[in-house]
């Protein structure tokens, strides 16, 4: 057998913002694999340029498959933060404004529509989309605490409610996440994502957040019921528990396997060092079923 059939698959990585492009190119790199990035213009850092790589615009459909076809990229990963583009955003190249009345049909619906028509825009090309947990699985989030925090029972039940308010959300296409406290449904997430909703708790007065002493509330993000689990896993890491701990909360709770944690030991200790509990829930208890 020739040496080039036992060698591993080319990686892309369709980068946005934040450090886990990087995570991932650098694990798939340790596993022996080369990596060519494509960092999408406006929300990818200047960081992705320690690999080989190239630039596109939102919409240049076209130069897009074509950088991952020219570098031979057999699968590709979409990661990374991205804002979802407007119509006034998007500055189509050929392929792009062949592929415009498809993409203008999924905006109209969600956030996962419009991911998965990059999916299969990608995939009827001949490129492999793959999860980046299938790269790097240490990203997933794990059943059980994180934290040396842990939540109370009322708290427990405010991740219950905020399990079927994230659902309810989710089914819609709308978002991935939401914060309750005493039972009361505070925000949920919309297009402009979590780091918004958190503020808009910070905003509330305090009484509104059920206590002006001490931390309560909390924050639940997990995959829509008909998510795409290879692109836009919910995502919470040190900026998260951050923004959680300005907002009075008391905790974070997403789905185990479900979601990921980029840099789960700073994660971990920045919620120790705020007071805050960060937990991994079973699939199960998306579901309904509590242990």
Not at 71 to 91: A, Y
Not at 191 to 197: L, P, Q, R, S, V
Not at 240 to 250: H, N, Q
Request: glycine share 12%; aromatic share 4%; with cysteine.
């Amino acid at each position: 057998m020739s040496s080039s059939a036992n060698k591993p698959r080319k990686l892309g990585i369709a980068a946005g913002g934040g450090p886990l492009p990087l995570a991932v190119a650098d694990a798939a790199r340790a596993a022996g694999r080369e990596v060519f990035i494509v960092g999408v213009k406006g929300a990818a850092g200047p960081n992705i340029e320690r690999y080989p790589h190239g630039w596109v615009r939102v919409g240049a459909m076209g130069r897009f498959l074509k950088l991952f076809k020219q570098n031979g990229c057999e699968d590709v990963v979409i990661i990374g933060p991205m804002t979802r583009p407007t119509l006034r955003d998007i500055v189509p190249d050929f392929r792009g404004l062949l592929l415009l009345p498809r993409f203008i049909k999924r905006m109209k619906t969600g956030d996962d529509a419009l991911l998965r028509g990059v999916v299969e825009f990608l995939e009827e090309n001949g490129i492999r989309v793959v999860g980046a947990e299938t790269i790097l699985p240490s990203l997933l989030a794990s059943t059980g605490l994180l934290s040396k925090a842990a939540p109370t029972a009322s708290q427990e039940a405010d991740i219950d409610a905020a399990i079927a308010a994230a659902r309810k959300i989710g089914a819609l296409d709308i978002g991935q996440g939401a914060v309750v406290c005493r039972g009361h449904v505070l925000a949920l997430e919309d297009i402009k994502g979590t780091d918004a909703m958190l503020g808009r708790v910070a905003a509330m007065p305090p009484e509104g957040r059920g206590s002006e002493t001490a931390r309560d509330g909390v924050l639940v993000k997990l995959p829509k019921p008909a998510q795409e689990r290879r692109v836009d896993l919910p995502t919470i890491g040190v900026r998260t528990v951050e923004r959680a701990a300005a907002a009075g909360l008391a905790g974070i709770a997403v789905e185990a396997g479900g979601a990921i944690v980029a840099d789960a030991e700073g994660v971990a200790r920045k919620a120790d060092e705020l007071g805050l509990f960060v937990l991994g829930f079973p699939h199960a208890r998306t579901l309904g079923a509590r242990p």
